[in-house]
Structure formats: C-alpha cells, structure tokens
C-alpha cells in the first residue's frame, strides 16, 4: 500500500516506475526557505514529468482567464514562477544520452534523508550497447548559504571502459505549465561562460525581477582532482560547460556543481553576478564537503527544537517528520515579505500565493517550533499589507478604512479570479485577526497591539460592521453571500462559521483598543488618529452586532447550523455514498456538490476549533457527530482539526484515522494528486493534530495545558514548544508524562487538570 | 436626446460622427434571416469599427476560457463567427483612399428604410487636393433569394475630373472580437478570379464548415453600361477585380457588387461554386432594380401581417418598427436549424446562440405575425435536440431520461460556460414546456403534443421530479441551488419562479399525457415504451411534488417572496439609489450586486406575467408594486413584461415609461452599450409590450381576448394577430376599438368583458 519504504528518517523509493516519476518529483523536492524545486533528474530524461525550480517571493502577475468580466474582479492571477533549470548535467556515453526513460534500470533507489536535508539517488543502466553506467547523485540547497545550491554527482562505467560527455548547463528556457495564455514569462539578460562556468542573468516580464544564476563545475576521478578541457556553449537564455573524456572500467567520476543564484529582491541589479561570483568564490573554496556539512548541522539544529518523536508507529512517525521538514524547507521565517504558498516549491498549483492557510494552519507550528520571531515576520507581513486591503474593500464597496484581505496575495492585491472566492470566502479576515490573539496567546507578546496588530483589527473590524447588515425581518444582524471555509457551498446566507469569526473580531478589536488605550495611550492617540476612529459610534455598533448577530441553530437537533437553509437539503451520510463516487470533485458536476449535504472541510468544526473554549463537551461531541458523519476531506485542510477534535472528544479510533490522512496524505497519495506537488500548508495541520490533538496542547489564560491522549499503538509521543521564552519538551508514556524545560525560567503547565511545575532546566514527572 | 431623427418609417442619421460609428453599424445593421451583416461602410475606414457579418447556422466551438475548472463545465463556448467581408469597395481618387476618418466630410446621411429593408447612404467628402467626392450607396440582403446580397454604390466628381481606381473584393482574412484566445477560425479552401468576377471559398476550423463567396461587378457611367478593363488579384484569403478610370466634372459612375454566399449547410461541398455561380448568374440577368423590388416586395409583405401602428406618437411608432423589422432580419423561420441569437447578425457578444430569450420573449412574436409553421419550426428546434438535452441532464448526475436543455447552445450542447448559469439558471426547461402551451393556446394545434411535444415535456418533467428534493425538516419539497430569471442572485434556494415553473410543467405534462393518452393511444403506447415511461409511479411522484412544493410567500407583507432569505436583505428602494451608481453593474461589485435587493430582470413578476390567470388583481398589484420599486432593469428583456403588468394594473404611466424603454431601448441607447450590438431577443418583448399590455391580448379557454388601454397621447393602436387559422386586425382608439377578420372563418373574442363576434371577411366595432 504504502508507495515509499516506511523509515523514520527517511523516504525511500527503491525501483523506478515511469508512472511515479511526477508524484516522486514532488514528494522528494527540497528547499531551503529561498528556494526550492521538485526533484527532477540531473541528467535527460525524456518520460512525462513536470519540472520545476522556484524562487521565493518572485512571481509573475498572469492576466486572469475568466468566461464573462464582473465588475471587481481581480486583473491577474499571480502564479510563482518556474524559474532556470540550474541541475542540469547532461550525460552522454559513447555518444548515447543518459536517460532513464530509454535505457535499461538495472537498479535505482533514492532517499530523501529528512535528518540531513539531503536528496540521494543511485542507479544502474544498461546502454543499449550493453555497458553498465552507475551514478551516484547527492544534491542540497543549503540551509547554512541560502543562495547555493551544491550537487555531486558521480559517473562510473561498471564493465568497460567508456567514452563520455559531460554537458553542465543553465537553462532559462522553462514555462510554467499554470501559463493562462501560453506565455513565457522571462526574457534573457545576460550571459557569459569561461572554464568551467557559466551564468545566466533573466528578467521577469512584467515586474522585472532579475534573476542570476552561476555555476561552478569540478571533476575528480577516483578523488583526485581531474582538469579535462571543458568548451562552453552559450545559447539563447541557455549556458554549458562541456568535457569529454574516457573512464576507464571501474573508475569513478565525480561532478561537483555549485550555484549562486541570485536577485534583485536581495541585491542591487548590477551587483548580482558580482554577488553570485563572490558566493561561488566562497562556496568552491569550501568545498562540497565542507558545504554540505555546515547544512545537515542547520537541519541538526532545526529538528533540536522541531523534532516530533512517535515510538512504536513507524507509519505516523515518517509521516510527522515529512510534513515538519517540507514546512522548513518552504519557509524559514528570515525574509518579512515572503509567505507559505500551499504547495511550497513543489508545484504550480495554487500560484504560490499567501492563502488563509498561513494564519488558520502555519502559524502554531512555526511560533511552537521557530519561535516568536518568525511568528511575529508572518503576521507582519500582513500589517504591511493592510493598505492593500484597505484598497481591496473599497473596490468592493466599503469604505471608513474597512479592510478585505486578499484570499490569495503575493503583494497584498488579491489574485485569484473565481467571485465565490475573492468576493465572498470573506472569512479568511477572520482567521487573520485570530491570528493575532493566537500569537499573543503563544508569545505574550501584548506589545505586538500597538505597535502592529490593532491597526489591522480595527480594519478587519470596520469591514465586518460594514458587511454585516439588519435583517428587518428577523430582528438580527446578518450577513448575506459569503463561502464559508466549506468550499462545497457558495453564496450562502449566514454561514455560522463566518458570523461568528466576525463578531469575535468585533469584541477582541474593542477589548485591544481598550488595553492599548489604557498600556499605550499615546500610541492609542497616534492610532485614533491615523484610523480616524469614532471610538463613540463604531464601538456601540460593534457591541450591537456582536450582541444581535444571528447564529443559525436547529433547536430540535442541538446544533449549529452550517448556514440558513442547511437542514433543507437531504440528509445522506458520507458511509451512505456509494464509493465509486468518491472523491466527489472528480466524479459529481458542480452544482450538484453545491446543493449536496456534503462538506468538503471542516466548516462549523473550524469554529468550534478556533473557540472551543466556547462550548461545553456535549455540544461540542454533538456537532462533530453531525458534521463529520457529512465531511468528505476533499480538502487537505480538514482532517486536521477532525483529528483534534476527535481526540478531544476522546474517539481515539477516528482521531487516528484523521491523523494518518492528515499526516500522509502526500507520500500515500490519498487525494490522487501528488504528481501536482505537495500539500505545504496542511502538513502544519498535522503537526497541530499530533500537539493539540494528542497532546492535547492549549493555552487558557496565559498558562499552558496538555491533555495527552494517545493512540492504542504509540509507546510514546514526544515533542517541544516554545512558550513565552521556555522550551518544553513534553513525551508522553502510557500512564506518564515528563517534561523537560529547556530554559532559565520555570514554569507552570497544566496536565489533565493537574498543575505541575517545571522548574528552570529542570524535570517534572506526572 | 435621439440619435437618430424620427421617423415612422426610417432610422435616419444626418450628419457624420466618428464616436457614432460603432453604435451606428448596429442600428443600420441588414439582414434576411440566412445572413446579416453590420452596416460597415463598402469602402475602406481606417477609424474605430467593429468590421461583422454572420452567416445564420456557421458557428465555431470556442474552446472555454475559465479559472479553476469545474467538474461538468462545457468544453467549448459556440460562437457565431465573423466571416467574409464581402460588400469591400475600395476607392481611390487621385491616389488618395476614400476614408471617412480622413477626408472632411462635407454632408453625410444616412437612412434605413424599414418599409422597404433598404440601406441608404450618401455623403460628400472634400480630398486633400480639393475636390468634392459624392458617394450615394445602397445595400440590400435579398428576402426573396436569402443566398444574394446587392450593393448599388455610385460615385461622381462634383467640381473636377478625377482620375478613379476601384478594387471590388472579398476578404476572407477576418477576426472573432470575442475569440477566446485571439485564433482565427476560418482557413482558405479555393478562390479563382476573371474579369469583374471572383471566389472565395473557406472552411471553419473544427467543424468544417464551407462558405463560398463570389461576387460580380458591373460598372455604369450615367446610366450606360461601361467596361472598363479590369485586373484580377487573389492573396491569401482574398480576391479582387479592380478598374481604373476618369471621371469627368458631374459623371457619375455606378458599380453594381452582387454576391452569393452558399454554404455547404445547404449544399454539398463539391457544388458550392457552381451552386453561386448559378445563383449570380440569375441574379445578373435580373439586374439590381428587378432584386430591390422583389425584396421591396417581400418586405411589404410582411408588414402586411406584421405591422403596428400608433398614431399620435412618432417616437413609439418608430420604435415598434425598429423592432419588429430586426427581428425579422434575424429569423424568418424557413429553417428548423436556425434559431435567435440575443444579437442577431448585429454583434459578437452571446456568441450568436439559442436562449431561453426564444421561447420566453420571442415566441409570441413570430406565432402571431408569421404563423403557426413559424413558431412550429422554433419549437422543433428543441425536440431536435432532445436527446443532447437528456446527455446534458446525464453529465450533471440526473438519469431516466431527465433532460436539461442547455441555457446557451447552437446544437444542443451547453456551451456557456459559468457554472452559475449553466448548472444553476435551469429555469430556462420550464420556459420550454411553456412554449409548448402557449404554442397551442395560440394556434389550438393540440396534435403537436402527440407529434412532438410530449416527449420534451416528460424529459422536462423527469428532470423537475429529480432536481427538486424533499426536506425533512420543512415538510415540503424544495429546490435548492438555483439561479432565477434575477441573474443579480446566484445559487440561492427556492427561487419562486423556478419552482412555480416546475411545478406547473409537472401538472401539465401530466395533463398532457393524459390527453395523448386518450386522443392518440397507439402515439401514447410508442411514446410510453419509447421513453420507458412507468404512469403510476411517474404521475404519483409528480403530483406529491406538484402539491407538496415550498413556495416562498411573506404572509406579513402579503407578496411572493423571490427566494428564501430575500426579506433579510437591506430593503432599499431603487428611486432612493444614488444616480451615480448606475447602472450598477458598471459600478458595483459582483458581491454587492449579488447580496443587494435589486433585480436585474423581472423574476416573480416573470412568473405573474406567465400564470397571471393564477393570481387576482389585488395580488398582482402588491407584487409589482414590491418588484417593481426594486428592479433596475439592466437586463433588456426587463421593461417588457413591467409594461405588460403595469397596463394589466392600470398604471399608464409606468407602462408607457417601460415600453419606451424597450421600444428605444438601442434606438435611444439606454443602457450605453448599442456599439456591441443590438438586443434582437428583447425587441420581441416590445412587440409583446404593444399587443398584451397596451392591446391587452390574452388567450383564455380557447378564446382571444383584448383589454386595450392607451396612452393619453396615443390616438390609435392598430396590428394584426393570427389566431387559429384567422388573421384578425384590432384597432383600438379612445372609446372605440374595430375588430377586422381578413379569413373566411368567424371569430368570437372578447373586448374588455364583452364578447364580440366578428364576420368572416368582416368588421365588428365595440
């Protein structure tokens, strides 16, 4: 069942199968927070694959592809961009192209060593002339000089001795396979090539990132240094460096090819190939070696702090640590202007933009295990972003400073270009204001109020007070056609989830106001004053939404109602779906999803989630029955939050089954599209199940509480947050559990109800 | 405020306005049903245009320009496709190119003579070296051979001689404005060229439709036949036969360009050119004065049967003209093939296709001035494409031979491609079933049920039994997840409308049936079998629907409510709208649009006006007067039904506001967009607006009834109206209304309550 060997450390594809060529691209991709690509072949390969390499924060603003204009909609849909291909060691022996998909395998194997950030791949090939070809393959990019990338590959002719070619290349020529209108979206700078290296300088259209990429080429045999003649090509947005040379039978060459790539959101356009032969400078005069180490130390020291341990579920281990090292390869927390594209640098989809996922999904597992500082970067980057919302609403008709965040950002103009989306998935304002309380409740950092967060709050506040309307009728608030985080409905009244995201951000907006007033009050005044703020009329108005909103609820059932209207439609239950209709996107018509009962992720549940403090077991046990009995988890947003909800209502066995689909989605492929790239975001939603939902991590009052439940199979389950300046490592046993604080402060935690306290450095068993 | 002078026979432009150009090729546009065509200018004009002619039936499957693919989307968007530019006159005159755009334009006039379905122009331009060029042309598409087209352009020197080049040609190297990803959809098949001859055949691209063009030129100087010596030239896509001559001071010289235009729709491939070449040559010996004056003819032909006159009002007469003139230049019936595109053969925009426009607005038009073979064939259109309906109903999930015509199609596929339209505003299946009833009632031909109509109606019906669901909760049967008439909703529930349509199509076709079943039993036996048709569980389930159906009504308020949820909306009323936010559609967001009160187009009132009999005065009057106030009319086919309503409740002046505003709607350009074309579909509805608002027309029980109301300035309403096989003219003046029978069969109608009985061959007065 499983598609890759199960090893805790490591992912192991041990054959090689043209059909999963794209689905291991994207499984074993790397990255380093600057950078990333799917792991394509060094070599040729001419079977059907998807490549890709991509440059954080560099994107292109495609002019969108809709059927009929309304009037609002977004220009372009900003999509990163496929960016050179910079592996490329083109191989030929005896004059025949190494090539996979042509010559024999004769063995093959790759790992993606999780602990050491390293992709390996070995194999053997039989020539169609009957020689034998090993190479071994090693390559990183490195988390210690985020602007290189180092391969080593080695060549050995196994049975004979043979004649070979060596073609070490940039190609700019790439599109990207999401191009609305069939554009190629760069266009070639500059170029050079001397002995043994080469850079290629290119230009985005549009905005006019500038890229420069530059390669360093070494050979040795045997280990010794070798210095075959190489002659360079340079072609349109192409460059190489070729030798040729015979390897005796037995002998072993080794490539070495270094990259710098760099660009102009981090250095000034005419210093960029200086830069990049300054980082090649250094970077060769390291060595490989020397560059691989300082970057598997880097992963040492992240999996320190970031490491969950599983004893006794090889399974859910592998899968925890696949997801904790894709997060860290995708994003670092170094730069403020970039942000956590659903897929990472393992595909297209999606566009590489800023979703909702950030704030709803990323950001626990980043302020747990990164610490403050990368928490604050994130909801910074929205703060920068707020006049851009501020903008965004007022196409949309609000004004007085309202903001609409983007659904989908690179820059903070919205980019996506459905109207059920942009216009009405409105609820991800929510999600950003919960943010900030989120990590003020992890960090303590009330500071953040004043100097960032209530100046977004009270922007996301004016919009919710301007969007949400009076019913006459009903003698409530309402608020008319939204999309709920169930993208299976659209256009619906009162979804729950967002009526109640929007009056929860219209009271912790006045509660911050009130704190910053009394803690800052000159900043108070300096923001009351920017904002304009009618502190009279626009709190009396939040405080009567708040207390007037209309909240659908079935009294006869003792639920909450997903929106007016839910119990109208007919009442069928997932396990009642006849299975040859699953996955319901692939197999029903839109509309008829649309009407359906079913959910396509965690929507009133998402809720209850986010404010489970809120309701009382029975209620929350009540509407997780209804609602998962109704999920379908065609999103890889959901089973996350059913895992820490069942855990929370203690039904292990459900808890367990969300957890695997959470946490191995990707490597068992259980939504049949990994071949498009990996689900980024949602693997912080699996480090959330395993912490809050096994762990039974919360935070109540400023004060931390675990609630450990584990599955019948796991010895042990261990792992560390950062708290307010403490490290703690939790590990739970049957029956027992430690914690360790790694810090100078003690601290008192919470365990099933019983307070314990951890004193600095120091052990506490319970 | 006009445009245009008034008339009560011509449209008439006076002077020369390039900002007018666009706006004007629409109005001025010709065409005979087989083929239309923009009113471009025959020579060249270098300024702002929109260059179309359409061929009736020639079509391009557009591949969809979407966002995110849906599951069920339609693979292509049909489009009506621009074609040859066959009435080209090139001039030049002393090496100068005549251009309206370049020249100054001393006079310019130009006339479309309705009466006679001429297009007239002349105008006098000064050239750069002074001298004054006088052009009188005049155009015609012929209604008697629907395959010929005849241009009379003459031309005269008026202070010097000049020396005159003249290029006659076809040129097929033309462009779809709404092409989807900038392609070109015809290639060249043949062309060949002689003296004052030349062809032109081309192919569309997928579906291989073959259109030839051949023309021939002849050349008079004062009305004396002139042979000047002609050189032929074919380029890629194009053909000419051009002259060169002197003209003397006040010489006036004529060129004749016929044209027939055969396609392989009507004729094999291989006899296309000889087809046009028999055509040209019978057209030839006629001559151009013979071609106008049979075609003359056939347009006083029909206004014989067809014509309105309102005395007292030139503004009205002339808008009544207009458009009863363009629709019978768009579709005269002759093929069951062919059906109303929303734009005719006057613009690009809805891509030429069938929508419910036909059998909602355009119907009653054609069955009661061209007759029950007419309004025969648009019915058929749809049994035609019965089972691409049936196929349809199939992908979105609906089975037993539910059929779901397509909202926009040129074969019966769908082929639009918003899934809030195509999946969603399935109203558009009860205006077919309705179309068969109102077909009947007119013509009282009840064989039509046995023949063709009850098939469609069973199909309709089962989709009905299968789209509408029950509700548990609510103890009725409910309709989730439509798009009314209203398309400024999307996706909401129970849309009054559709579900009242719904309904009533399950009662008739039940009803129908029944009748089918007891007048033809062996038909209904066949048809039984044929369609697998189980009458006790079928019929059961239709009536429990029929009886059990949530229609949304406001028991406070007293008036049908839209859909569910309308009353939450913020009840702002249209005259309290900020003028500056019209139209709203060029002003508003989507989003708010969709989540405001106002309506698009009528939707309740699209029912009342469908089902009036159902509803009393009082009724009516509460829910125009509702609708009425929140409806902004941006949908063309809005103001006709308001005026039928508004005269059914007496209230005249609305009435007339709403009929001047369909009537003129593109004359007067009310809502800025007459450049794209006109609103041929909704010119039906201003002859609906005419004949059953101000005429009162209704067919109760077999009967005709009138109920006339004029307004105050009207001295007289007079039009003719074929019922059951009599044509019966009406006159209606202040206190007198003269009933004219032109059949040898008496009639016995109603007028205002009082039953009047007209002679055959004869005149009642009441």
């Not at 396979?177 to 290119?202: I, P, Q, R």
């Not at 999309?483 to 009526?499: F, K, S």
């Not at 079935?554 to 996955?583: A, C, H, T």
């Not at 929507?603 to 997780?624: S, W």
Request: proline residues 2%.
């Amino acid at each position: 069942m499983n598609n890759y060997k199960v090893d805790e450390w490591k992912i192991i594809e041990e054959s090689f199968d043209p059909q999963r060529v794209e689905g291991s691209e994207s499984i074993f991709s790397i990255g380093n927070g600057m950078m990333g690509q799917r792991a394509n072949f060094e070599e040729d390969y001419s079977g059907k694959m998807l490549r890709g390499s991509y440059i954080a924060g560099v994107y292109y603003p495609d002019k969108t592809r809709v059927g009929w204009w309304k009037n609002g909609y977004p220009e372009y849909f900003a999509k990163v961009l496929n960016s050179a291909n910079f592996i490329g060691i083109r191989v030929s022996i005896d004059g025949e192209s190494l090539d996979l998909n042509k010559q024999k395998v004769v063995s093959f194997s790759r790992t993606l060593d999780m602990q050491h950030g390293l992709l390996q791949r070995s194999f053997v090939v039989e020539l169609s002339n009957g020689k034998q070809i090993q190479v071994v393959a090693e390559r990183f990019m490195s988390m210690a000089r985020p602007e290189i990338a180092a391969i080593s590959y080695s060549i050995a002719s196994l049975n004979s001795d043979a004649s070979i070619a060596i073609e070490g290349y940039i190609d700019g020529d790439v599109v990207n396979e999401d191009s609305n209108y069939n554009e190629k979206f760069w266009d070639e700078v500059a170029k050079g090539a001397a002995a043994n290296c080469g850079f290629l300088t290119m230009k985005t259209k549009k905005l006019d990132f500038n890229v420069c990429w530059n390669m360093r080429l070494a050979y040795t045999i045997n280990g010794v240094d070798s210095h075959p003649h190489s002659s360079e090509v340079e072609k349109e947005k192409y460059v190489s460096s070729n030798v040729e040379l015979t390897l005796q039978k037995g002998q072993n060459l080794t490539i070495t090819k270094l990259v710098a790539v760099t660009s102009t959101l981090n250095h000034p356009l005419d210093k960029l190939v200086d830069k990049s032969e300054a980082l090649l400078d250094a970077a060769s005069s390291a060595g490989f070696e020397a560059l691989k180490s300082e970057h598997t130390s880097k992963w040492l020291e992240k999996w320190q702090h970031a490491d969950i341990t599983i004893e006794g579920d090889a399974e859910a281990q592998q899968g925890i640590r696949f997801n904790i090292f894709q997060l860290f390869q995708t994003y670092t927390g170094e730069d403020e202007r970039l942000n956590i594209g659903p897929k990472g640098f393992t595909g297209e989809k999606y566009g590489g933009s800023t979703y909702w996922d950030t704030e709803a999904y990323c950001l626990p597992f980043y302020m747990a295990t990164a610490g403050e500082h990368v928490a604050r970067q994130l909801l910074i980057y929205r703060y920068r972003q707020l006049d851009k919302a501020i903008e965004n609403a007022a196409k949309l008709g609000f004004n007085n400073g309202a903001a609409l965040f983007p659904m989908v950002t690179m820059n903070g103009e919205e980019c996506h270009n459905e109207w059920e989306i942009t216009f009405e998935e409105i609820h991800r304002n929510g999600a950003i204001a919960y943010a900030i309380k989120r990590y003020i409740d992890y960090t303590g950092d009330k500071s953040y109020l004043a100097e960032y967060g209530l100046e977004v709050l009270i922007g996301i506040a004016r919009f919710w007070a301007q969007r949400i309307t009076w019913s006459d009728e009903r003698q409530k608030y309402v608020m008319l056609g939204v999309t709920g985080p169930n993208e299976y409905e659209n256009n619906v009244n009162n979804n729950w989830y967002t009526n109640y995201i929007a009056t929860w951000t219209l009271k912790y907006a006045a509660e911050s106001i009130a704190f910053v007033k009394s803690s800052s009050a000159d900043r108070w005044n300096a923001i009351e004053k920017k904002v304009s703020f009618n502190t009279t009329s626009e709190l009396e108005k939040w405080a009567d939404i708040a207390a007037k909103i209309h909240l659908p609820y079935n009294e006869k059932l003792g639920v909450i109602m997903q929106q007016d209207g839910f119990m109208d439609k007919e009442q069928i239950l997932v396990k009642d779906l006849d299975p040859s209709q699953r996955p319901l996107n692939q197999k029903w018509s839109w509309d008829r999803i649309l009407r359906s009962v079913f959910i396509k992720q965690a929507d009133v549940l998402q809720g209850i989630y986010f404010f489970e403090e809120d309701f009382d077991f029975e209620t929350i046990k009540k509407n997780f029955d209804f609602y998962e009995q109704r999920t379908v988890h065609e999103s890889s947003l959901s089973p996350c939050v059913h895992a820490i909800l069942a855990c929370k209502i203690q039904d292990m066995e459900r808890a367990k089954l969300m957890y695997l689909r959470t946490a191995r989605l990707d490597l068992d492929d259980y939504n049949k599209e990994v071949n498009e790239g990996l689900h980024i975001t949602s693997m912080a939603g699996s480090w959330m199940s395993v912490v809050e939902g096994f762990g039974g991590l919360r935070i109540k009052n400023d004060t931390l509480y675990f609630n450990p439940f584990l599955p019948e199979n796991w010895k042990s389950l261990a792992f560390k947050v950062i708290f307010r300046g403490r490290t703690i490592k939790a590990k739970f046993e049957a029956g027992k559990t430690t914690l360790t604080n790694e810090s100078e402060l003690p601290l008192a935690v919470f365990v099933k109800d019983t307070m314990v306290n951890i004193p600095a450095n120091g052990v506490a068993e319970v």
